[in-house]
């Protein structure tokens, strides 16, 4: 049985577009848009399971269920922490042989950063113009707004 | 006239906002800093050059 990593929280602290992130924006099983992903969203953490349906002591606000995670995976879970943000709950197999490491995490974590910003930037009256990868590989993106403040 | 904003995004989710020709107005610089302020915006050790432009910005909007 694989045990659950400790990894350290992500800049991420709203519930509702880590789903959409998770649904949307990352791979699973290497695929963008999984056919059929659900990413459940718990007002409480509810417990992860491992391989074989077992029941791990671990909780977690937001789960991806292991049957999308991959083969012989484990849940994938997200608990809220007491600084407001998400820390991953993923383990060791699948953090290594599931390609659910450290790049899967940054690519999340800037994928939500971008709808972040979006929703933000909208909210403020802002239209997004342009995104766009850039060398480095930072998201640069462009909002503009017409008239004065 | 267009107001143009420009965000930044590394890898770990830490945002930068660098301002364009936005530094016109009360209103603009109120803005400028709360976006800057937004609980986006952390003291990165990965990337301290982003830190270091968004206090630019700030100084630049509450100046």
Redesign the interface.
């Known amino acids: 049985m694989s045990k659950y990593l400790t990894i350290d929280e992500?800049?991420?602290?709203n519930q509702d577009l880590l789903v959409q992130t998770l649904l949307h924006d990352v791979l699973f099983q290497g695929r963008l848009g999984l056919p059929g992903l659900e990413v459940e969203s718990h007002d409480v953490a509810v417990h992860l399971y491992g391989i074989q349906d077992k029941l791990r002591p671990e909780t977690a606000e937001v789960i991806v269920r292991r049957q999308f995670v991959g083969g012989a995976a484990n849940d994938i879970g997200f608990k809220r922490q007491a600084s407001g943000n998400f820390a991953p709950i993923i383990s060791e197999f699948d953090d290594g042989y599931s390609k659910y490491g450290e790049a899967w995490r940054?690519?999340l974590?800037?994928r939500?950063?971008?709808r972040?910003?979006a929703q933000?930037?909208y909210e403020?009256g802002?239209q997004l113009?342009s995104k766009e990868l850039?060398q480095d590989?930072?998201?640069?993106?462009?909002?503009?707004?017409?008239?004065?403040? | 006239?267009?107001?143009?904003?420009?965000?930044?995004?590394?890898?770990?989710?830490?945002?930068a906002v660098v301002l364009d020709g936005f530094h016109?107005?009360t209103?603009?610089s109120a803005?400028a800093a709360k976006?800057a302020q937004?609980?986006?915006v952390?003291d990165e050790q990965n990337k301290p050059e982003f830190y270091e432009t968004v206090e630019a910005e700030q100084t630049i909007a509450q100046g």
């Open positions: 992500l800049n991420i602290d940054d690519q974590s800037q939500y950063g971008e972040k910003y933000d930037m403020n802002f113009d850039q590989g930072t998201t640069a993106m462009t909002f503009s707004r017409m008239g004065g403040i | 006239m267009a107001e143009t904003v420009k965000v930044l995004i590394d890898k770990k989710g830490n945002a016109g107005s209103g603009c803005l976006l937004n609980g986006r952390v």
